[in-house]
C-alpha cells in the first residue's frame, strides 16, 4: 500500500483525507462508428451534438471530467469543427477531456488479428501527436467488447498499457439481450462467478499465461450504470430513451445510494467506480454541482464522498492498495459465439486488407522506399476502423454493412494494392522460387482416391461424399483418424449475428444433413508439386466445392470450402478424431491458451486465430486444424473436431417468433464464401514442440494459385530479418511511423524472458531499441557483429533497428 501517493492523488482529486468510502463517477459516451446507422447518420444525428455539449460543459466547469472511449468520432469531430481545435486541443492537453485509450476504435480482440490490434493504438496515437495533442493514455476501454481474448494483458503491455476495464463477460446478465431468469447466469465456472462469487471484487489484477499483467475493473451493473443519476424513468440510451430530467436532491440521492449498495459488496477498497455513458448518452448539465449538492448535505452523516473524474483516476486510487486485490488468469469466454462467424465475407475482407497492408510495409522496406509512407498511413487509419466490435464482428444490419464497411473495405484494399503495385515497380527482385516436390503417390479407382506421403496415408470415397475415411501412419498402420472426416455438417441455427440457437433459451441448433450421406465424384488434378482433390456437396440447394490439396514436403493436408450457407444455416467441417481429452489448445491475439471441451453450451464453440490442437494426453498422437483466418472450433465427446466454415445467421429468434431489443439487427450473408484451413497430425508433443504458431503462419500459402499475399509476407520476412531461434513468429515489418528506422515485432506465446536474436539481411546495423507498439522507445539493445540481442519482455517485442544498406557509408 503506498500511503503517500493515495493522499497526493486524493489532494489532487479533491478527496477529503478522512473520506471512508469515495464513489467515482465517470461520463462518456459509448460512440459505435456504424452498426444501426452509417458513421455520417451516428454523427449528425448524435455525436456531434453530444462532443458540443461536453465542450460546452467542460469550459463552464474546470472541475468536470468528461472522457471519450476512442477517437474515430473525435477525429470526425476536429475536421469538422476547425473553430473549436485551439479548445479542443487545450482540454485533451489539460486532461479534461480524458483519453480512454488512444486506438481509433474499441475493438473486438477475438476476430481480429494480433497486428491489427496493436497498429489501431499506434493510428491513434499518432493523430493525436500530429494535432499537438500530448495525451498518452496508459488505459484502455472495452466496455462493450463481447468477450476479449485472454491475453489482452499481454496485447496492452505490448502497446504500453497498464490499465484496463471491461464490461461483457462469460456468465454476466445484461439487459435486454437475455431471459432475466438468475439461474441462468453466473454459473459455475464463469468470470461472472469467479469475480463476484469467489473473489468478491470487481478491481483485480489480470494476468494472463505469459505473464502480461494490467490492472482491470470490471463493469458488473453495466457501463451505463449511472446514467439515471439525474433523471427519472428507465433508461436513456439512443435506441430507447425511457427517461425525463429529475435533478431533485431526493433522486440524485436515491440513485447514488443505489449504485452505493450495488457496488460496495465487491469492494475491496475505499473507492467505487460507477460508469455513466450507455450508447449516445448526452452529457449531464452541471454533473459537478449536482455531486456538491451531495456533499454538502449527506457526506457529513453517510461518510460517502462522490465525484466526478476519470477511470483512470479511479483505478490510479485503486493501485495504491494493489496488494489487496487478487490475481487473476482470466479468460472471459464464452460471452457470445455467433460472431465468432458471422458476415464471414466482410471478415475475409478485413484480414486480407490488413495482409496486404502488412505486405506493402515490407516492400517499402526492402527497397529502403519512404515514399509510400503517407500513403500508408491514410490506409492504416481507413484499415483498423474494420477492429470495431460491430464491424469485425458481423454484427452491423445489412443496409450498414452492405452500403458503408464492405464498400469502405474494399476502398482500403484497392488503395493497398496500388502501394504495392507502385512498389514492385522499384524493385529488381524476382518472386521467389524454390524447387518443387514430387508429386504424392496416388491411385484412384472404384471411387476411392488413395494418398501417401511420409507423414500419412488416406482414403477419400466418393460413396462418402468425398470424405476422407480413412487414414493411417504409413507403415504401423495406426489409424490418425476414426471415421469420415472433412464432413461438411449442416446445422439449423435460430441464432443472429450475436449468438448461436443453443445459447439462449427457446433457440435451435440441431444438425440437419452432411456431405457424407450422400455420394460425391471425386475428380483429381496434378498442378505444380501438388495433388488436388476436389469434390462437391449440396446442402438446402446450396452448392458447396471441396478441395483437398496434398503435398510430400509437408505434413499438412490443405482444405478449401467454396459456397454459402442456407438462411439459419450453419456449415462446418468435421473430423472424427477418435482422440479422447477434456482439453483443446488454441491461439487468440497476443496468446495461447489451453480450455476446456465445453463450458456452458453444448457443443462449445472456442474462439481461435489460426490453430487448434487436441491430443491423447502428455504423449500421444494428436490433431491440429490450422486456419487462414480467426475463427471458431468445437470438440464433441465422441472425439469429432468441427470448425465452421460458413454462416448464414438472421436474428437470434427463440421460440419461432420471439426476438431481443438488444440485439436488433439483421444479417444476410449475400454471396459465396472461401473457408481456407487445413488439418496435420503430430507426434507426442505440445503446441510449442510441435512449431504449430509457425507453421500456421506458412501452411496456407500452398497450392501455388495460393502462393500471393501471405507467402509473399514469408519471404519478405526471411529475406530482410532472420531469428534465432527461427520459430519466432515475425508479424510485421515497417517504416518507423514515430521516430526513424525500421520496426519489427516479433510474437513468442508463452516465451517471455526467450533469448532472440535478430539479424538484418544485407543491413549493417548501427543501433537498436526496445519499445512499444505505439513506437516509444523502451530501452536500447545490445548489438554486436551486425546482430541485435534481446529478451522477450513478454509474449510481444517491438524492436526499433537503425541501420545502413551495405555498402553505404
Keep these: 500500500m503506498d500511503s503517500q501517493l493515495e493522499q497526493d492523488l486524493r489532494h489532487r482529486l479533491g478527496i477529503p483525507a478522512d473520506a471512508q468510502h469515495v464513489l467515482v463517477l465517470a461520463e462518456s459516451s459509448h460512440w459505435d462508428p456504424d452498426w444501426l446507422f452509417t458513421s455520417d447518420e451516428y454523427y449528425d444525428r448524435w455525436v456531434c451534438r453530444n462532443l458540443d455539449l461536453a465542450l460546452d460543459e467542460l469550459i463552464r466547469d474546470p472541475r468536470r471530467v468528461y472522457s471519450v472511449e476512442c477517437l474515430f468520432f473525435l477525429r470526425k469531430y476536429w475536421d469538422a469543427h476547425p473553430g473549436r481545435q485551439d479548445a479542443l486541443r487545450s482540454l485533451v492537453n489539460s486532461r479534461r477531456l480524458r483519453l480512454t485509450s488512444s486506438s481509433v476504435t474499441t475493438a473486438d480482440?477475438?476476430?481480429?488479428?494480433?497486428?491489427?490490434?496493436?497498429?489501431?493504438?499506434?493510428?491513434?496515437?499518432?493523430?493525436?501527436?500530429?494535432?499537438?495533442?500530448?495525451?498518452?493514455?496508459?488505459?484502455?476501454?472495452?466496455?462493450?467488447?463481447?468477450?476479449?481474448?485472454?491475453?489482452?494483458?499481454?496485447?496492452?503491455?505490448?502497446?504500453?498499457?497498464?490499465?484496463?476495464?471491461?464490461?461483457?463477460?462469460?456468465?454476466?446478465?445484461?439487459?435486454?439481450?437475455?431471459?432475466?431468469?438468475?439461474?441462468?447466469?453466473e454459473w459455475d465456472g464463469s468470470s461472472a462467478a469467479l469475480l463476484k462469487k469467489q473473489d468478491r471484487t470487481l478491481d483485480f489484477v489480470w494476468r494472463d499465461n505469459s505473464g502480461g499483467e494490467v490492472l482491470c475493473h470490471w463493469n458488473a451493473f453495466t457501463y451505463g450504470q449511472g446514467d439515471m443519476l439525474a433523471h427519472s424513468g428507465v433508461v436513456r440510451m439512443y435506441l430507447y430513451p425511457l427517461a425525463v430530467p429529475n435533478r431533485s436532491d431526493w433522486n440524485v440521492t436515491r440513485h447514488i445510494h443505489q449504485f452505493v449498495r450495488q457496488l460496495q459488496p465487491y469492494g475491496r477498497t475505499p473507492y467505487l467506480f460507477c460508469p455513466i455513458g450507455f450508447d449516445f448518452v448526452s452529457p449531464i448539465s452541471d454533473l459537478v454541482p449536482l455531486l456538491d449538492r451531495y456533499n454538502q448535505r449527506h457526506y457529513p452523516h453517510t461518510g460517502i464522498w462522490v465525484m466526478n473524474?476519470?477511470?483512470?483516476?479511479?483505478?490510479?486510487?485503486?493501485?495504491?492498495?494493489?496488494?489487496?486485490?487478487?490475481?487473476?488468469?482470466?479468460?472471459?469466454?464464452?460471452?457470445?459465439?455467433?460472431?465468432?462467424?458471422?458476415?464471414?465475407?466482410?471478415?475475409?475482407?478485413?484480414?486480407?486488407?490488413?495482409?496486404?497492408?502488412l505486405l506493402a510495409e515490407r516492400l517499402a522496406v526492402q527497397v529502403n522506399d519512404r515514399t509510400e509512407q503517407p500513403a500508408l498511413e491514410v490506409a492504416w487509419a481507413e484499415a483498423v476502423v474494420s477492429n470495431h466490435h460491430d464491424f469485425i464482428t458481423g454484427t452491423a444490419n445489412d443496409r450498414v454493412a452492405e452500403t458503408e464497411q464492405i464498400p469502405w473495405l474494399k476502398r482500403t484494399l484497392e488503395a493497398a494494392d496500388a502501394i504495392i503495385t507502385r512498389l514492385d515497380s522499384r524493385t529488381s527482385s524476382r518472386p521467389h522460387t524454390c524447387k518443387l516436390p514430387e508429386l504424392p503417390e496416388w491411385t484412384q479407382r472404384d471411387g476411392i482416391v488413395e494418398v501417401h506421403t511420409s507423414c500419412y496415408s488416406l482414403e477419400l470415397a466418393e460413396e462418402a461424399g468425398g470424405c476422407i475415411v480413412r487414414a493411417w501412419e504409413p507403415g504401423s498402420r495406426q489409424p490418425l483418424l476414426n471415421g469420415p472426416s472433412n464432413d461438411l455438417i449442416n446445422y439449423q441455427d435460430s441464432g443472429g449475428l450475436w449468438r448461436m440457437g443453443h445459447e439462449f433459451i427457446g433457440g435451435t441448433f440441431r444438425e440437419v444433413g452432411r456431405s457424407s450421406q450422400g455420394p460425391a465424384r471425386l475428380q483429381v488434378h496434378c498442378i505444380e508439386g501438388c495433388l488436388e482433390v476436389e469434390s462437391a456437396a449440396e446442402m438446402d440447394g446450396c452448392a458447396f466445392t471441396c478441395l483437398l490439396w496434398f503435398r510430400s514436403d509437408t505434413p499438412v493436408i490443405r482444405c478449401q470450402a467454396r459456397?454459402?450457407?442456407?438462411?439459419?444455416?450453419?456449415?462446418?467441417?468435421?473430423?472424427?478424431?477418435?482422440?479422447?481429452?477434456?482439453?483443446?489448445?488454441?491461439?487468440?491475439?497476443?496468446?495461447?491458451?489451453?480450455?476446456?471441451?465445453?463450458?456452458?453450451?453444448?457443443?462449445?464453440?472456442?474462439?481461435?486465430?489460426?490453430?487448434?490442437?487436441?491430443?491423447?494426453?502428455?504423449?500421444?498422437?494428436?490433431?491440429?486444424?490450422?486456419?487462414?483466418?480467426?475463427?471458431?472450433?468445437?470438440?464433441?465427446?465422441?472425439?469429432?473436431?468441427?470448425?465452421?466454415?460458413?454462416?448464414?445467421?438472421?436474428?437470434?429468434?427463440?421460440?419461432?417468433?420471439?426476438?431481443?431489443?438488444?440485439?436488433?439487427?439483421?444479417?444476410?450473408?449475400?454471396?459465396?464464401?472461401?473457408?481456407?484451413?487445413?488439418?496435420?497430425?503430430?507426434?507426442?508433443?505440445?503446441?510449442?514442440?510441435?512449431?504449430?504458431?509457425?507453421?500456421?503462419?506458412?501452411?496456407?500459402?500452398?497450392?501455388?494459385?495460393?502462393?500471393?499475399?501471405?507467402?509473399?509476407?514469408?519471404?519478405?520476412?526471411?529475406?530482410?530479418?532472420?531469428?534465432?531461434?527461427?520459430?519466432?513468429?515475425?508479424?510485421?515489418?515497417?517504416?518507423?511511423?514515430?521516430?526513424?528506422?525500421?520496426?519489427?515485432?516479433?510474437?513468442?506465446?508463452?516465451?517471455?524472458?526467450?533469448?532472440?536474436?535478430?539479424?538484418?539481411?544485407?543491413?549493417?546495423?548501427?543501433?537498436?531499441?526496445?519499445?512499444?507498439?505505439?513506437?516509444?522507445?523502451?530501452?536500447?539493445?545490445?548489438?554486436?557483429?551486425?546482430?541485435?540481442?534481446?529478451?522477450?519482455?513478454?509474449?510481444?517485442?517491438?524492436?526499433?533497428?537503425?541501420?545502413?544498406?551495405?555498402?553505404?557509408?
Aim: charged residues 20%; glycine residues 8%.
Design 109 to 185: 480482440t477475438l476476430t481480429t488479428s494480433t497486428e491489427a490490434i496493436l497498429r489501431d493504438f499506434l493510428v491513434g496515437q499518432e493523430w493525436l501527436r500530429a494535432n499537438g495533442m500530448t495525451q498518452e493514455p496508459s488505459l484502455a476501454y472495452f466496455p462493450d467488447s463481447f468477450g476479449c481474448s485472454h491475453a489482452l494483458p499481454s496485447l496492452l503491455n505490448a502497446a504500453g498499457f497498464s490499465q484496463t476495464a471491461l464490461t461483457r463477460v462469460d456468465g454476466m446478465l445484461f439487459v435486454g439481450c437475455d431471459w432475466p431468469l438468475k439461474s441462468q447466469f
Design 563 to 809: 459456397g454459402r450457407a442456407a438462411e439459419r444455416r450453419t456449415v462446418t467441417a468435421r473430423f472424427d478424431t477418435g482422440i479422447v481429452t477434456h482439453v483443446m489448445t488454441m491461439d487468440e491475439p497476443g496468446g495461447v491458451i489451453i480450455r476446456p471441451v465445453e463450458e456452458k453450451y453444448v457443443p462449445t464453440f472456442w474462439p481461435m486465430q489460426s490453430f487448434v490442437h487436441v491430443r491423447e494426453g502428455e504423449q500421444g498422437r494428436g490433431i491440429a486444424v490450422l486456419t487462414g483466418m480467426p475463427g471458431a472450433v468445437a470438440y464433441r465427446p465422441d472425439g469429432s473436431l468441427e470448425l465452421i466454415t460458413h454462416r448464414n445467421a438472421l436474428h437470434e429468434t427463440a421460440f419461432g417468433f420471439v426476438t431481443f431489443p438488444g440485439q436488433p439487427a439483421i444479417g444476410h450473408e449475400r454471396s459465396d464464401h472461401t473457408a481456407d484451413y487445413g488439418i496435420v497430425f503430430t507426434p507426442a508433443g505440445n503446441w510449442l514442440q510441435n512449431n504449430l504458431l509457425q507453421m500456421a503462419q506458412c501452411a496456407m500459402t500452398y497450392p501455388p494459385e495460393h502462393m500471393t499475399t501471405r507467402a509473399r509476407l514469408q519471404n519478405l520476412a526471411v529475406s530482410i530479418v532472420e531469428t534465432d531461434p527461427p520459430d519466432i513468429v515475425i508479424t510485421t515489418i515497417k517504416p518507423a511511423t514515430r521516430g526513424e528506422g525500421i520496426i519489427v515485432r516479433l510474437l513468442a506465446p508463452g516465451q517471455t524472458g526467450l533469448p532472440v536474436t535478430l539479424n538484418c539481411t544485407n543491413h549493417n546495423v548501427t543501433a537498436a531499441w526496445l519499445c512499444d507498439a505505439r513506437e516509444r522507445d523502451i530501452q536500447s539493445l545490445d548489438v554486436h557483429d551486425n546482430q541485435i540481442h534481446l529478451a522477450m519482455p513478454g509474449s510481444i517485442a517491438t524492436v526499433r533497428i537503425h541501420y545502413r544498406e551495405v555498402g553505404q557509408t
Design 309 to 357: 473524474a476519470g477511470l483512470d483516476d479511479y483505478l490510479a486510487l485503486v493501485n495504491c492498495h494493489r496488494d489487496r486485490l487478487p490475481v487473476v488468469e482470466l479468460d472471459p469466454n464464452p460471452y457470445w459465439t455467433g460472431f465468432y462467424t458471422s458476415r464471414p465475407s466482410l471478415k475475409k475482407l478485413a484480414h486480407e486488407t490488413v495482409d496486404r497492408l
